[in-house]
């Protein structure tokens, strides 16, 4: 009876969501994710540059620049990003900082899609135990909304080049947040990352050694697939359908495709944790399962934790708390079995 009331419950939000959401069309706009002349680009040749991006190891590398022009306001820190883009209000970073009074510490908050609540109570739970909590605006989220906008669509949608330009600016801001928190004598970086902002957190665990501890919620490894089969992109797949495949799809994701980096994630010095949910419509367990799979054969021995609910009923008790004293266990160090 509960379960079939929290399948229900999830299912309305899904549909609120859904409510805002339009078709529209496949755009390739490789201009914006590979810096290439947008003319004559076909769909075969994104995917080239999309497979040669993946292997390159500069991909998500920070340009090499002082950290300059940072504004600290009581609790919020704005600093220009590394990737500019046409919305003059997404080319600055904002970030919420709730202080601990402790250097030991501090953990980078990537939100998920669509996010219209900062994460308070997380927020002042962590730094009341001497972890500084940093949550980052995800590029067009927050304050970096593009005007008018009903929803995040320009961080995730069927244009597939300016999906990978935004994931790769989430990730380059959250690079230099880190620069900066390493400056102000931060010792142990933690990140944790929920759905969407779950692939930004791993990419930034992936490519920055300044990462010791990277716990990812409701996440999988391909992009590609969640957008194909989850509840809350079907708007769209439904715009892709008409031009590509998800085997196209798959290629043109793949350097914002976790799976592409399981043995970076699976490097010395860093933990790692997964928190997935049995019951998700949006990320679906198998793909969970198999982003698991992919980590293990890689060398990684992440903790994870499957809990009986679905992606927007994990916000409800007793799923939270049970998310939540597993991410305190792991922040502090502790095993899951301690």
Same mark, same amino acid.
């Given at each position: ?39 004559? #680009? ?40 590394? #990737? ?12 919420? #900082? ?21 994460? $308070? ?23 970096? $909304?593009?005007?008018?906008? #009903? ?12 999906? &990978? ?11 230099? +947040? ?17 759905? +969407? ?9 992936? =490519? ?27 708007? &769209? ?16 994701? /793949?350097? &914002?495709?976790?799976?592409? =980096? ?7 010095? +860093? ?7 049995? $019951? ?7 793909? /969970? ?50």
């Amino acid at each position: 009876m509960y379960l079939s009331w929290l399948d229900r419950w999830d299912e309305r939000r899904v549909q609120q969501g859904n409510a805002l959401k339009a078709q529209t069309e496949l755009v390739l706009d490789a201009d914006l994710a590979f810096r290439v002349p947008e003319q004559d #680009v076909t769909l075969a040749d994104f995917c080239t540059l999309a497979e040669q991006a993946s292997h390159d190891p500069l991909f998500f590398e920070r340009p090499e620049a002082p950290f300059v022009d940072v504004q600290r306001v009581e609790d919020r820190l704005m600093f220009p990003s590394d #990737v500019q883009t046409d919305i003059d209000e997404n080319n600055v970073v904002w970030t919420r #900082v709730t202080e601990s009074g402790r250097l030991e510490q501090a953990l980078i908050v990537f939100h998920h899609w669509n996010a219209q609540k900062h994460q $308070r109570h997380l927020e002042n739970h962590f730094s009341k135990r001497g972890i500084t909590v940093v949550e980052m605006a995800m590029p067009y989220h927050f304050e970096r $909304r593009r005007p008018g906008s #009903v929803y995040a669509n320009y961080m995730l949608s069927a244009n597939i080049g300016r999906t &990978i330009q935004s994931v790769r600016q989430a990730v380059l801001d959250g690079r230099k +947040l880190i620069t900066w928190l390493k400056s102000e004598g931060y010792g142990e970086i933690s990140v944790l990352g929920m759905s +969407l902002g779950s692939w930004v957190a791993g990419l930034v665990a992936a =490519y920055d050694e300044n990462v010791s501890k990277a716990s990812l919620f409701l996440t999988a490894g391909s992009l590609a697939d969640m957008v194909w089969t989850g509840r809350a992109t079907e708007a &769209i797949r439904q715009s892709l359908e008409p031009s590509m495949d998800l085997a196209d799809l798959r290629r043109a994701w /793949s350097p &914002i495709n976790q799976e592409n =980096y399981a043995r970076q994630l699976a490097r010395s010095g +860093l933990g790692l944790q997964l928190v997935l949910a049995k $019951r998700d419509t949006v990320v679906v367990p198998e793909l /969970s399962h198999t982003f698991v799979q992919r980590l293990l054969a890689s060398g990684a021995h992440p903790d994870v934790l499957e809990l009986n609910c679905g992606h927007y009923s994990l916000a409800l008790p007793p799923h939270i708390l049970c998310a939540g004293l597993r991410l305190r266990r792991f922040l502090r160090g502790r095993s899951s079995s301690d």
